[in-house]
């Protein structure tokens, strides 16, 4: 549609605006894919008893918070985000 306007002699600041596009978008084709990194699935977590590093699912490393968060004997070294 963009070339259209362009043929017919339109400027191309004029057309973009009619069309609704940055330059960039007009120049640039999009991948199709989302930017940036994938979030994780694992964090590495160093086990107090032996100083061991291991990797642990964030599902379980969240648990664990959680379970010592809900712990009305810990201090309230957790804080959650909700």
Request: glycine share 4%.
């Amino acid at each position: 549609m963009m070339i259209e306007y362009m043929s017919k002699g339109i400027r191309r600041d004029r057309c973009l605006a009619i069309v609704g596009m940055s330059k960039s978008e007009f120049y640039h084709e999009s991948a199709g894919k989302k930017s940036g990194r994938a979030p994780t699935t694992h964090t590495k977590w160093r086990n107090p008893k032996n100083l061991e590093v291991i990797m642990k699912k964030n599902d379980e490393v969240l648990l664990e918070a959680i379970h010592i968060k809900l712990d009305p004997d810990q201090a309230k070294w957790y804080h959650l985000p909700w």
